[in-house]
């Protein structure tokens, strides 16, 4: 520890800027030459970063390969690249309408020539919801770009603003903070665009404070349940083509495009909205794991101890490490003394900008198969948080909730991750945090006593509320169907919801058939009884022993029956009906909606 802590003193900082000549033996915690580790990890990282490079297309070959499209569209060549880089297409076509009548024309166009249509954002996710492996060039897909011009933004009222589906989160709430007006919880990313947040119910982390009073146009649960209309471009069956329609929240249709999961093409939205919050967010590494994660009823900092004083938390539990990163944010009207006030977002430049050991570290492990250095990597990382908050002063921040709630950078560390929300009642939070997180230790050390290391990033655990439609503030507003916090029918105790998620490097080996082992407990711990598993759609799941996304057990049976099958019947029956062309889907969402 000593050794890591030591290089990190000097290392971290984000202006840092590439590998220098030292000696091997000054690093003892991966000896053997480590030139080229840094700068070829990081190239890999830029790679992944940029955005991918449009080629504009010929006008003969478009022509020719794509015979009558919308000649007001332009059309280019395009890769795609999931966030992690494990998903990946080059040389597809695409194009980006300007508003929802040009979006319609190209669905249109390409329902009559036998294509399927993938809205693609910032590409910001980890399922196969947009892009299915081995896509070639050849293939009959069409990307269409949100972030390119269904970028509008609009107070609609004093409690609702119209944005297009390709604004990203961080303008959006930077608009909103311009006006005085906030969301409670957000994902951290500030590069999601909203129409891929709500796609899949994306999410932050809070629930009400004891005393905590919800505020007018806010919600505990995902951002879906803050939608009251929106503008989807599907099937009319009068016209007999594809054209924009607009839904109400208290639409039965509307429910099931709240999180459609990439199943229909949303341009627009109006969302509801209240009140900003100054929020303070205290950072610390000093509560061990054993402690925060202790079984119920007992007594020091637990993990509900602390949600139960702020609402607010989220751990990060770097593997093979003691202590986790615990946040805390509370509600805090006007600065704390100890604080410091942040005037933007992305305030922790240790997890923004790869840290030199780090670097060295996951460059090691991916290039050298050295994966037996799991334990030292995240030991780097919580070094790397527990100086850098230090070294930053950003272990006590409070301003407007924008600067606390985003922090993640697209240059921050590309991992591959898991991710399920179990549904329970609060009083249960800390028997779920503690039975998950025991059997996640045990079986990682029963891996690690074999020479097998599945895990080298960290374990989050975050905690909402569940989608109360009666938050839109809107008289017969549907909940969201496939969102992972919908209420469950028949138990009304159940309002929260415990996401938690594991994150390893791309390639790790036994990645796959550890984070199996996990989904199999979970699903068969919380089973319905007392809590209920869900999985988290943009993430990693439905494992076998080699492969995310494949296990046909829980594709066809224990993801349907996670929402009660007339739930999901009623959603995918309406996404066909709205999409009976099956213009919006690819080869995964096939297999998730047949």
């Known amino acids: 520890m000593a050794a890591v802590t030591d290089r990190l003193r000097s290392n971290f900082l984000p202006g840092d800027s590439g590998p220098t000549a030292r000696n091997p033996g000054s690093t003892p915690w991966h000896p053997g030459p480590t030139a080229w580790t840094r700068r070829g990890f990081l190239r890999t990282a830029?790679?992944?970063?940029?955005?991918?490079?449009?080629?504009?297309?010929?006008?003969?070959?478009?022509?020719?390969?794509?015979?009558?499209?919308?000649?007001?569209?332009?059309?280019?060549?395009?890769?795609?690249?999931?966030?992690?880089?494990?998903?990946?297409?080059d040389g597809l076509w695409a194009c980006a309408p300007a508003g929802p009548e040009q979006a319609a024309a190209v669905v249109d166009w390409a329902r009559r020539n036998g294509r399927r249509v993938r809205a693609r954002g910032r590409s910001h996710g980890w399922s196969p919801l947009t892009v299915t492996e081995g896509t070639g060039a050849d293939a009959p897909v069409l990307l269409v770009d949100t972030s390119a011009h269904l970028t509008s933004l609009a107070l609609e009222s004093a409690t609702a603003v119209r944005a297009g589906a390709g604004v990203t989160m961080e303008a959006l709430l930077s608009f909103l903070e311009e006006h005085g007006l906030g969301l409670?919880?957000?994902?951290?990313?500030?590069?999601?665009?909203?129409?891929?947040?709500?796609?899949?119910?994306?999410?932050?982390?809070?629930?009400?404070?004891?005393?905590?009073?919800?505020?007018?146009?806010?919600?505990?649960?995902?951002?879906?349940?803050?939608?009251?209309?929106?503008?989807?471009?599907?099937?009319d069956e009068d016209r007999q083509v594809y054209a924009p329609r607009t839904f109400r929240r208290d639409e039965a249709e509307c429910a099931a495009l709240l999180a459609h999961l990439g199943r229909c093409l949303v341009t627009e939205v109006v969302l509801r909205v209240g009140a900003d919050t100054n929020l303070r967010c205290v950072s610390r590494t000093d509560v061990p794991a054993a402690e925060l994660f202790a079984a119920p009823g007992s007594?020091?900092?637990?993990?509900?101890?602390?949600?139960?004083?702020?609402?607010?938390?989220?751990?990060?539990?770097?593997?093979?490490?003691?202590?986790?990163?615990?946040?805390?944010?509370?509600?805090?009207?006007?600065?704390?003394?100890?604080?410091?006030?942040?005037?933007?977002?992305?305030?922790?430049?240790?997890?923004?900008?790869?840290?030199?050991?780090?670097?060295?570290?996951?460059?090691?492990?991916?290039?050298?198969?050295?994966?037996?250095?799991?334990?030292?990597?995240?030991?780097?990382?919580?070094?790397?948080?527990?100086?850098?908050?230090?070294?930053?002063?950003?272990?006590?921040?409070?301003?407007?909730?924008?600067?606390?709630?985003?922090?993640?950078?697209?240059?921050?560390?590309?991992?591959?991750?898991d991710g399920y929300a179990v549904v329970t009642s609060r009083s249960r939070v800390q028997q779920v945090v503690h039975e998950f997180t025991s059997f996640y230790r045990d079986r990682l050390a029963a891996y690690a006593a074999r020479g097998r290391f599945p895990v080298n990033g960290s374990v989050e655990i975050r905690v909402t509320g569940l989608d109360d439609p009666a938050h839109a503030g809107l008289d017969g507003a549907r909940a969201p169907l496939l969102s992972a916090v919908r209420p469950v029918a028949g138990r009304p105790e159940w309002d929260t919801a415990v996401w938690l998620d594991v994150l390893t490097l791309p390639g790790t080996p036994y990645a796959e058939r550890f984070l199996r082992e996990l989904e199999q407990f979970l699903f068969g711990t919380y089973d319905g009884t007392h809590a209920l598993t869900r999985v988290e759609w943009s993430k990693g799941w439905a494992y076998t022993d080699t492969a995310a996304w494949s296990d046909a057990h829980v594709l066809g049976t224990a993801v349907p029956a996670s929402f009660r099958s007339a739930v999901w019947e009623e959603a995918a029956g309406t996404l066909r009906r709205l999409d009976p062309h099956r213009v919006f889907g690819d080869a995964f969402l096939d297999r998730l909606f047949p």
């Open 299 to 417: 007594s020091g900092r637990t993990f509900a101890g602390f949600l139960d004083t702020s609402g607010r938390v989220e751990a990060i539990w770097f593997a093979f490490t003691a202590c986790p990163w615990l946040k805390v944010w509370s509600r805090a009207p006007r600065r704390p003394a100890a604080s410091r006030h942040v005037t933007g977002p992305y305030n922790y430049p240790f997890s923004d900008h790869v840290p030199r050991p780090v670097a060295d570290l996951a460059g090691r492990m991916t290039a050298d198969a050295a994966w037996y250095l799991a334990p030292e990597l995240g030991t780097a990382q919580y070094a790397a948080a527990s100086l850098g908050l230090t070294a930053t002063l950003s272990a006590d921040i409070w301003g407007p909730s924008k600067n606390t709630l985003l922090y993640i950078r697209p240059t921050t560390l590309r991992v591959t991750a």
């Open 46 to 89: 830029a790679a992944l970063t940029a955005v991918p490079a449009a080629l504009a297309a010929d006008p003969a070959a478009a022509a020719a390969e794509l015979p009558d499209f919308p000649e007001d569209v332009a059309l280019y060549r395009s890769a795609y690249r999931n966030w992690v880089g494990e998903i990946t297409a």
């Open 184 to 235: 409670t919880a957000v994902p951290a990313p500030g590069d999601l665009t909203v129409g891929g947040a709500l796609a899949v119910d994306a999410h932050g982390t809070a629930v009400p404070a004891p005393g905590e009073q919800r505020p007018p146009g806010h919600t505990y649960g995902s951002l879906s349940n803050l939608v009251l209309e929106l503008t989807a471009v599907v099937w």
